[in-house]
């Protein structure tokens, strides 16, 4: 079952969904804070993820979706780097990324 296609898909969706939740809280306590930066924490570990997934020979998503995902994936964890050094960050563009991707996987 582990490798299921559908669970890995609710799985990834649900962690998006944790993000949007997380990056709620985060915008609420501020660049600067822990919560901001637990979250920012926990989209680098998924993206960072979903980044080596996408480069596997074995993934089968067309080559130029991987790429386009990649690179949101990339952007998404430039960005983060801001909230890592406490710099602003833009939550709502985190926030949407978050949501598209969970709604694609849903």
């Known amino acids: 079952m582990a490798d299921d296609p559908g669970l890995k898909r609710a799985r990834e969706r649900e962690a998006f969904e944790q993000s949007v939740v997380m990056l ?41 979706l991987r790429a386009g995902l990649m690179s949101l994936g990339l952007w998404t964890m430039r960005e983060l780097t801001r909230v890592d050094q406490a710099e602003p960050a833009n939550f709502m563009l985190l926030k949407h990324v978050s949501r598209s991707m969970a709604a694609g996987l849903a």
Do not use: M
């Open 24 to 64: 709620e809280a985060a915008e609420r306590a501020g660049t600067g804070s822990q919560v901001a930066r637990d979250a920012a924490a926990y989209l680098h570990r998924l993206w960072g993820f979903l980044i080596e997934d996408l480069g596997r020979p074995e993934n089968d998503l067309p080559a130029e």
